[in-house]
């Protein structure tokens, strides 16, 4: 991305992302076979950690994919990933699996699974999260940036959703990013976007909420909403905090 052809300086040229059209191709076999690279290249491909924060937003993109079959195939994959990783670390994930610790988000693992995201049944395994988390510098710079200059509804809609499925992976690792976000999500609503654009922002406001401390959340909230009707984004996941962060 920081090198530019010469011929660039002096004539007109046009780049074209090839993996995005083949990601949003209206057929499904195109769209199944590009997944199934995908999870070649992410098993299989030379030197591929280098080239995981490129692929991951395709990747993850296809948890939401109209075919709900693609959606089930993506966990899947990311399930296989996610093993390979704690297989091929496994002395970084071993204090963790056998203290079996607990976040305290999770009041003690009781709302592990019970609050997920489909095509999620169960919270993502360690390999993954430990995936995402250590590419999340990398990948929430691009995302700011398309949620403070999207002014097309898809596009945007396609954003905020690979946010929440960021945030829902995560988890607490996103709470270095809480004060990008939550400002650009209430610009996002003032700017009167429709209801199925809303209701994604409410859904990752929820989720940041469930792993974000209260007191940053009240704090974030005071400085960032001007209208009282915004608070109510933040409710549901503010229950669970505040139950755990308040006493």
Not at 64 to 81: A, G, H, N, R, Y
Request: with cysteine; glycine share 4%; aromatic share 12%.
């Amino acid at each position: 991305p920081n090198l530019v052809a010469i011929k660039e300086f002096y004539q007109p040229s046009m780049r074209v992302n090839y993996l995005s059209i083949l990601i949003n191709d209206e057929k499904r076999i195109v769209r199944e076979t590009f997944l199934s690279i995908l999870e070649n290249w992410f098993l299989n491909l030379k030197d591929r950690e280098d080239h995981y924060p490129r692929l991951l937003p395709y990747l993850l993109s296809f948890l939401f994919d109209s075919d709900d079959d693609i959606s089930q195939m993506t966990v899947d994959i990311l399930e296989e990933i996610g093993k390979g990783i704690e297989r091929n670390q496994e002395e970084k994930f071993r204090d963790y699996k056998q203290f079996d610790l607990k976040e305290k988000w999770s009041f003690g693992g009781l709302i592990y699974n019970k609050y997920l995201l489909k095509p999620f049944e169960s919270r993502p395994r360690l390999g993954l999260r430990f995936l995402i988390q250590t590419n999340l510098s990398k990948l929430i710079h691009p995302l700011k940036r398309e949620l403070k200059e999207s002014i097309n509804e898809d596009n945007l809609l396609k954003v905020l959703k690979l946010t929440k499925y960021i945030i829902f992976i995560t988890e607490e690792s996103i709470i270095e990013y809480c004060k990008d976000l939550i400002p650009l999500f209430l610009r996002i609503i003032r700017f009167k976007f429709p209801g199925h654009i809303i209701v994604e922002i409410k859904n990752c406001l929820e989720f940041l909420g469930r792993y974000a401390p209260f007191n940053l959340l009240d704090d974030l909230a005071k400085e960032s909403i001007l209208n009282a009707n915004e608070i109510e984004s933040f409710n549901q996941g503010l229950v669970l905090n505040c139950h755990l962060h308040k006493g």
